[in-house]
T-cell receptor
Framework: GQNIDQPTEMTATEGAIVQINCTYQ??????LFWYQQHAGEAPTFLSY????GLEEKGRFSSFLSRSKGYSYLLLKELQMKDSASYLC???????????FGQGTELSVKP | DTEVTQTPKHLVMGMTNKKSLKCEQHMGHRAMYWYKQKAKKPPELMFV???????INESVPSRFSPECPNSSLLNLHLHALQPEDSALYLCASSLGTAAGNEQFFGPGTRLTVL
């Protein structure tokens, strides 16, 4: 199978930094996406990694290690509106087949 | 226009009904997708269309029938559904199916089968 593992839930404080980890099976790997999904809404794209290293986009950064089958999403200066589910999704082989992890439910508290 | 639209937003149907979900994008994307999402679960891929041709069917039951009339439209025809088919149905599109093409999601249709 193509198991993608991420923590089920996390809690953090407003203004803090939180790191959400994701591990995946490396065979057939062709890129990794992070999406944010608020309850009752569509997933929205946050970041994409296909090469090793860190991609930074404002308060959000994403890291990838292809050899380790590992990625993380780093959220800085947390805001209450960041409370949402964060989905790690891996593109396997070609054809657009995106496999999602179970999602990490992040709660940001004052 | 940088969004994917879906209609209807909500749909309630009986097990003997026939209904259709519609999805539209005007971003010039040539790949379109249907996903099913149950509560507290991630989206699960159902179908992929690339250049208006079905390229992936994830062993979806035949009571779900996709159709891509043109490059901007994607339909999902529903017939004889079961209560366990109740879910949020998400449509997505991307420039293509190659690596690096982010998928843009529509707001979804929340389907309830009675």
């Amino acid at each position: 199978g193509q198991n993608i593992d991420q923590p089920t839930e996390m809690t953090a404080t407003e203004g803090a930094i939180v790191q959400i980890n994701c591990t995946y099976q490396t065979s057939g790997f062709n890129g990794l996406f992070w999406y944010q999904q608020h309850a009752g809404e569509a997933p929205t794209f946050l970041s994409y990694n296909v090469l090793d290293g860190l991609e930074e986009k404002g308060r959000f950064s994403s890291f990838l290690s292809r050899s380790k089958g590992y990625s993380y999403l780093l959220l800085k200066e947390l805001q209450m509106k960041d409370s949402a589910s964060y989905l790690c999704a891996v593109l396997y082989n070609q054809g657009g087949k995106l496999i999602f992890g179970q999602g990490t439910e992040l709660s940001v508290k004052p | 226009d940088t969004e994917v639209t879906q209609t209807p937003k909500h749909l309630v149907m009986g097990m003997t009904n026939k209904k259709s979900l519609k999805c539209e994008q005007h971003m010039g994307h040539r790949a379109m997708y249907w996903y099913k999402q149950k509560a507290k679960k991630p989206p699960e891929l159902m179908f992929v269309y690339s250049y208006e041709k079905l390229s992936i069917n994830e062993s979806v039951p035949s009571r779900f029938s996709p159709e891509c009339p043109n490059s901007s439209l994607l339909n999902l025809h529903l017939h004889a559904l079961q209560p366990e088919d109740s879910a949020l149905y998400l449509c997505a599109s991307s420039l293509g199916t190659a690596a690096g093409n982010e998928q843009f999601f529509g707001p979804g249709t929340r389907l309830t089968v009675l």
